[in-house]
């Protein structure tokens, strides 16, 4: 932990330091940041605008987090599913992020159900190639015993199917995080009256660095809270059986 | 292609297999098991015996309903299967008890299973996983997880493989007080003619590839504890028979 505080803190000072020598208004030393974001969090401004991206980071992580996971266990599943899905997957999987953010927003509409499904859709087929691969390796023997043992649908997939997917549900979901942030940002420039990327870019129209600084750096603040509070410890739950010496 | 068929009560169990092919990864079918017939009545305990890598397991999986794609006709006494595979196969991430408590049908306890579990000595293990266990202990879980359905039919792979001969020992005496606590009918496989003739009331030796009964035995009861007399007498007389290559 405090060779990681002490880096950032490094961080810090090359940015000071730096910003001291160049005397810009488009770049604003650390403390000139922190003044601005306290009176951003103090005015209601930043937690609302942040609100906004995250409900629509979570919204959208959901639903490519469902229907990823039960289109890759399908396709993981049953080779004839595999076959008729694969080149739609390939199709999605290569469909630059934008094209599908312009796609919905003329199809659906400017609105917030065209935002949310189009960062679902950019990270869909990445869920669904890592839970394929997940299923694909799933324990044959397993699979008898529970079978034989005529285990019920749901304890199956609770008990049986869902801890040998955790380590390849938990890597997607990590990356599935980082990414649909970013996406929602592009979402947001483009189409919506509010959010994190909609202030950005009107702080980018008005070479606010200052602003956009100060709500970047407590965007990646809150995500990596939420790493550290939320998507590691649940990790650790799920992997405990590991960790005890055989 | 092949019949099922569960009978209610406790009825017999009735095996054929006209044939049983597998594709190997280069493609070419390899004939496991051919015109094998089996017939073991309620309640009885019967072993197959055949040399390693006969089909034992393939005949099993086909005895469990695990593999449908077979050619014949499979009749199983009852509806509820206990099994013993040849690994332990217990889930790694949920506790011992955990294990046998997933198998129950909706309302079991564990706390019916005491003296399962006691019989098994599994009492101070419940609370751990089965990384922690040796593999006499996982074999243990195992076979409470299988008991623990109270089967109508039970079917054990191979169970005492691989263990020192004292846990062996242990183990197989362990079995049979079970087998005798509740009537079921059960189906060992094993390479060892000693387990056989320890446990079973009926013997079926198998061929090679592909698999076939080529004669089968019954031994006179009682079968539980035979002592070590009796059971080296009951070897004697096998040998005279011909048995063909499937007696080890």
């Given at each position: 932990m405090l060779p990681r505080l002490f880096s950032l803190l490094a961080?810090?000072?090359?940015?000071?330091?730096?910003?001291?020598?160049?005397?810009?208004?488009?770049?604003?030393?650390?403390?000139?940041?922190?003044?601005?974001?306290?009176?951003?969090?103090?005015?209601?401004?930043?937690?609302?605008?942040?609100?906004?991206?995250?409900?629509?980071?979570?919204?959208?992580?959901?639903?490519?987090?469902?229907?990823?996971?039960?289109?890759?266990?399908?396709?993981?599943?049953?080779?004839?599913?595999?076959?008729?899905?694969?080149?739609?997957?390939?199709?999605?999987?290569?469909?630059?992020?934008?094209?599908?953010?312009?796609?919905?927003?003329?199809?659906?509409?400017?609105?917030?159900?065209?935002?949310?499904?189009?960062?679902?859709?950019?990270?869909?087929?990445?869920?669904?190639?890592?839970?394929?691969?997940?299923v694909r390796s799933l324990d044959a023997g397993l699979d008898d015993m529970s079978r034989a043992f005529r285990m019920k649908w749901l304890t199956r997939i609770r008990h049986v199917v869902l801890p040998q997917l955790a380590p390849y549900l938990a890597a997607v979901s990590r990356s599935s995080l980082s990414i649909s942030w970013k996406i929602v940002l592009v979402v947001e420039l483009i189409g919506r009256p509010n959010g994190v990327g909609f202030v950005l870019g009107s702080a980018f129209s008005l070479f606010d660095m200052t602003k956009i600084l100060s709500y970047a750096i407590s965007f990646v603040a809150l995500m990596l809270a939420i790493e550290t509070l939320l998507v590691q410890p649940l990790e650790r739950r799920t992997n405990r059986w590991r960790r005890r010496p055989a | 292609?092949?019949?099922?068929?569960?009978?209610?009560?406790?009825?017999?169990?009735?095996?054929?297999?006209?044939?049983?092919?597998?594709?190997?990864?280069?493609?070419?079918?390899?004939?496991?098991?051919?015109?094998?017939?089996?017939?073991?009545?309620?309640?009885?305990?019967?072993?197959?015996?055949?040399?390693?890598?006969?089909?034992?397991?393939?005949?099993?999986?086909?005895?469990?309903?695990?593999?449908?794609?077979?050619?014949?006709?499979?009749?199983?006494?009852?509806?509820?299967?206990?099994i013993v595979f040849q690994e332990p196969r217990l889930l790694p991430w949920r506790t011992v008890a955990e294990n046998i408590r997933l198998v129950l049908p909706a309302h079991g306890s564990?706390?019916?299973?005491?003296?399962?579990?006691?019989?098994?000595?599994?009492?101070?293990?419940?609370?751990?996983?089965?990384?922690?266990?040796?593999?006499?202990?996982?074999?243990?879980?195992?076979?409470?997880?299988?008991?623990?359905?109270?089967?109508?039919?039970?079917?054990?792979?191979?169970?005492?493989?691989?263990?020192?001969?004292?846990?062996?020992?242990?183990?197989?005496?362990?079995?049979?007080?079970?087998?005798?606590?509740?009537?079921?009918?059960?189906?060992?496989?094993?390479?060892?003619l000693r387990d056989a003739v320890q446990l079973a009331d009926r013997l079926f030796f198998l061929s090679a590839r592909p698999a076939s009964i080529v004669s089968e035995t019954s031994l006179p009861p009682p079968r539980r504890m035979r002592s070590k007399q009796a059971i080296d007498r009951i070897l004697e007389d096998l040998s005279t028979l011909p048995l063909g290559q499937s007696a080890t």
């Open positions: 961080l810090i000072a090359v940015w000071a330091i730096a910003a001291a020598t160049v005397q810009s208004r488009l770049l604003p030393g650390p403390f000139s940041v922190g003044v601005a974001t306290l009176s951003e969090i103090r005015s209601g401004e930043l937690p609302f605008q942040m609100a906004c991206t995250l409900a629509r980071v979570i919204a959208s992580f959901a639903i490519a987090m469902v229907l990823g996971t039960v289109a890759g266990y399908a396709m993981g599943r049953s080779k004839k599913v595999d076959r008729f899905a694969d080149p739609w997957l390939i199709v999605l999987i290569n469909l630059p992020a934008l094209v599908i953010i312009i796609f919905a927003y003329i199809w659906i509409g400017l609105n917030e159900t065209a935002a949310i499904l189009a960062v679902a859709i950019n990270k869909l087929p990445n869920v669904i190639v890592v839970t394929r691969e997940g | 292609m092949n019949d099922e068929q569960t009978d209610g009560g406790a009825g017999p169990l009735e095996l054929r297999i006209d044939a049983k092919t597998f594709v190997s990864a280069d493609g070419a079918s390899v004939e496991i098991v051919r015109g094998l017939n089996l017939r073991l009545e309620a309640g009885g305990f019967g072993a197959m015996i055949g040399p390693s890598g006969c089909g034992k397991t393939t005949i099993l999986h086909i005895a469990a309903g695990l593999d449908a794609d077979f050619a014949g006709q499979r009749r199983v006494p009852g509806a509820r299967l206990g564990l706390d019916d299973l005491a003296d399962l579990i006691e019989t098994l000595g599994l009492g101070s293990h419940l609370a751990h996983y089965p990384g922690e266990l040796s593999l006499g202990l996982a074999r243990r879980v195992a076979i409470a997880r299988a008991f623990a359905v109270r089967p109508d039919f039970l079917l054990l792979d191979e169970p005492f493989v691989s263990l020192d001969e004292a846990v062996a020992g242990r183990l197989r005496e362990e079995v049979a007080v079970l087998t005798e606590r509740h009537r079921m009918t059960t189906l060992l496989v094993t390479h060892d």
